[in-house]
């Protein structure tokens, strides 16, 4: 009588492994940033990535600020824009986004041989080599309108269970002729729950 | 009876306002000057999410591009979340493919408004394509 009922309580220790395991939802490709993307309560997702770059060129689109540089169109070097949250991601997730719309759209253009933090030092050096032999040191060089630099950061609360997370992405364009601030924006992302999901 | 009406009545305008339920008072009373035609097609996709349109202007930016703004009212008891993404497109009816257009969210209170906005991404934009959907609660 013992045996049936222990050899029962197994069968259906092993049947609900099965349902478990089979009722797992498979890999599956989302489109980046969709609302069916995963949200993180404390950590910088991509669809953040893309909002904060979206709303970033939406501001630089609207103030024609990039109409304003004295060079057709707009030439911009990237300075530091410094991740200043507990959240891993390269900032280039973000300024890569930005560039690509602004340069393909011809709006702007990025020098990536310019000042100490330059892109492409192999390309700078060829340049200043280059510079050297025709005799115009000054003149060859490249010569900005803007640069752009930044920081994103955090603040994180909680009550009780439920966590919150602000972050704050914010960019400067400075003109450099002039050394003032010309541009400048934040984005704001405010996240709240007790755990990550799927969906928002 | 009348009296437990009006306790009835008391209460439920007590629940509703402790849900975070907002009045909303608006002093135009005409369309505005940048007001576009199109608030009827806006508003069949918002009433899927059980919201609609208050008025769909568009107009250009300061730097030239158009901008487009759309004021969302919900008129339901609930307080609603939504995803939305403007698709702007150029003067043949093709999508103009760009780094602007991606789902954002939004919120809206009860008896309450939010305008959402966008910025076409350059000036061969001439008109948009508006996507929303329920937010997962």
Known sequence: MRFPAIRSVASLASLSIFVAVGCGSPAKYVETGSPESIVSVGDVDMQDILKASSGMLESLIETGILKTAQAKPAQLVIDKVVNDTSSQFDVGELLYRMREQLVNSGQATVITTFGANAEDKTAQEQLRAQAFRQGNAVDGMPSPDFSLSGKITQVKRQAGNTQQTTYTFRLTLTNIRSGVEAWTKTVDMTKQGTKNSVGF | MRRALRFALFAATAVLNACGSVNTTYTRTTPSATAVPTKTQVNDALTQIFLSAGEVRMF????????????????????????????????????????VSVWKTSNVPSGGST???????????????????????
Do not use: H
């Not at chain 2, 901008?67 to 009212?73: G, K, L, P, R, T």
């Open chain 2, 115 to 137: 305008t959402i906005r966008a910025i076409a991404p350059s000036e061969a934009a001439t008109d948009f394509r508006l996507q929303v959907r329920r937010a997962d609660q």
């Open chain 2, 60 to 99: 250009p930016s300061k730097g030239g591009p158009l901008e487009a703004q759309v004021d969302v009212i919900n008129n339901g008891f609930s307080y609603r979340g939504f995803s939305y993404r403007f698709d702007w497109v150029d003067a043949n009816g093709s999508v103009i493919p760009s780094q």
